[in-house]
């Protein structure tokens, strides 16, 4: 699909939208929580309705400046991209996005609570299991945002968050901010209670909850980011098998819509193989992307991004699905769903599905624990498999790695010189992880999972994660001044505890 065929098509959106059933409410039972269907219902409310990315990607190195001759109107985007702390309070912040966090573990705590108290019956273990993992889940989306990344060496000392483990109806001064590494070894032992109680066919709408594949999922993806890459590499196995990977997503098919939403739906279609979890947010980021100023432009895109070399040849091109011009390109997989509460006075709420577990996330997760378990040929064998669903070549070990090689010999020619500078600023930009990480082969796949990644999510915020556990420094460079760099050790890289929560009694993060 060329770029000039995308043709806008949100305004439809809220008719067609306005009944849709991933946008469905229940009512919160909390009061009389005294029957089985009541805790279920309730469960629905377990999850989060907002994930950060509309207050994270523009802190990456996704985004550059575009210049004075554009609108600088979206506050969150300009504060993200000169790593400030949000101004405001409503919609993609901070603020709103501890609230919905706190919200939704209260609510799994409230589940927990009464299924205590009805004698944790045998019928209500699946409920049971499905609160844990929403408890775990929300505790790792906010530690992973209010602390530093999680590492081996500091974060026993690192500061982290409160863990929640009973349904309070404010916040107390006595909540105490446990170490980082504390709050890790709570979420992988809800996680662990959690997932063998997991009925999938207890669901009505399987996409939107922890099913028994979603779990395992998440469990990859935990246990790459608590270095615990065995496990990591146990529950990819189990979600993606060991043979051929059947769901990569085939955005080649995508060719044949003519408008931003069909592209959307692709992406978020609930009966797609490639999907693994869906979840509904309340957000206004699928308008926040497409601001010009602050924005993933057509430079990054051909230099870092979608159109890039890497270690899958000259280019990605299925990927060239993309709306914009050369100031701002973007993939349409996180378009507004407008859902309308009021048909009269057109009036209603914006969504975004957010999609945080897919078979390309956890393809790429198990890419990155087969690198820190020396399995390159595995790990080749999973970007080569990325690659090609993508438009991309396989690759083998050699091939991959001197996509990212930075080395400089007597022999290195000028015009090779060249390349490697360009590739430390764009591609393989220097790896500072607080974890063991050979230079050589090591490094050099890590650079390659990396930057397939980066690709992948482009719009959702995951970046900022990578930048912060692999220690990549970051430059941006504002078009009337100085470039700014984002050191290793920058604590900015842990957002402040928002100042409602602070003036509560919360003890903040050091550094602001």
Not at 32 to 51: C, F, G
Not at 109 to 122: C, D, K, T
Not at 137 to 162: E, K
Not at 194 to 207: H, N
Request: with cysteine; aromatic share 10%.
């Amino acid at each position: 699909m060329k770029r000039n065929h995308i043709l806008l098509g949100v305004l439809a959106l809220g008719t067609l939208f306005s009944s849709c059933t991933f946008l469905d409410k229940m009512p919160d039972s909390r009061t009389e929580l005294n029957r089985a269907d009541k805790i279920e219902r309730l469960l629905v409310t377990a999850y989060p309705t907002l994930m950060p990315m509309g207050f994270v990607e523009h802190r990456t190195d996704n985004v550059e400046d575009n210049g004075p001759k554009f609108e600088d109107s979206n506050l969150e985007n300009h504060e993200g991209f000169y790593w400030e702390s949000n101004s405001g309070t409503d919609w993609d912040t901070e603020t709103n996005f501890w609230s919905t966090c706190y919200d939704a573990i209260m609510t799994a705590n409230q589940a927990l609570e009464s299924i205590e108290e009805l004698g944790s019956p045998r019928e209500l273990e699946h409920s049971r299991g499905e609160a844990l993992l929403c408890r775990a889940y929300t505790h790792f989306l906010m530690v992973n945002v209010f602390a530093q990344a999680y590492n081996g060496r500091t974060s026993q000392r690192d500061i982290g968050i409160p863990y929640f483990l009973t349904p309070e109806k404010s916040i107390k001064e006595q909540a105490k901010r446990l170490s980082v590494a504390e709050v890790y070894a709570q979420i992988e032992r809800d996680l662990q209670a959690g997932m063998p109680l997991i009925d999938d066919e207890r669901y009505v709408q399987p996409m939107y909850h922890f099913t028994t594949r979603a779990a395992k999922a998440f469990a990859t993806q935990f246990y790459c980011y608590y270095e615990k890459w065995d496990k990591a590499k146990k529950y990819a196995d189990e979600v993606l098998g060991t043979g051929a990977v059947a769901g990569i997503r085939d955005v080649a098919a995508y060719s044949r819509f003519t408008n931003v939403l069909e592209v959307t739906l692709a992406y978020i279609d609930p009966r797609s193989i490639s999907n693994i979890m869906l979840q509904t947010t309340r957000s206004l980021w699928g308008r926040g992307l497409r601001h010009v100023r602050f924005a993933h432009s057509g430079r990054i895109a051909q230099n870092e991004t979608y159109r890039s070399g890497g270690g899958w040849g000259h280019s990605l091109v299925h990927y060239d699905l993309l709306y914009g011009g050369a100031e701002r390109i973007f993939t349409p997989k996180l378009t507004e769903i407008f859902e309308i509460t009021n048909i009269a006075a057109q009036t209603g709420q914006p969504h975004i599905v957010a999609m945080p577990f897919d078979v390309d996330k956890v393809l790429l997760w198990r890419a990155e624990a087969r690198v820190m378990l020396k399995d390159y040929d595995g790990a080749a064998a999973d970007l080569s498999a990325w690659y090609l669903s993508k438009g991309g070549r396989a690759g083998d070990v050699a091939t991959i790695t001197k996509a990212y090689s930075t080395e400089v010999t007597n022999d290195t020619t000028e015009e090779e010189r060249e390349v490697i500078e360009k590739r430390l600023k764009t591609i393989a930009k220097p790896l500072h992880p607080k974890f063991d990480l050979e230079a050589g082969t090591q490094t050099l796949m890590m650079q390659a999972v990396l930057h397939a990644r980066r690709v992948l999510t482009v719009h959702e915020g995951t970046r900022w994660d990578d930048i912060k556990r692999f220690g990549i420094e970051i430059t941006h460079t504002p078009a009337d001044g100085k470039a700014m760099v984002l050191r290793v050790d920058d604590h900015r890289r842990a957002l402040q505890i928002p100042a409602s929560i602070r003036n509560a009694g919360m003890q903040g993060n050091p550094g602001y």
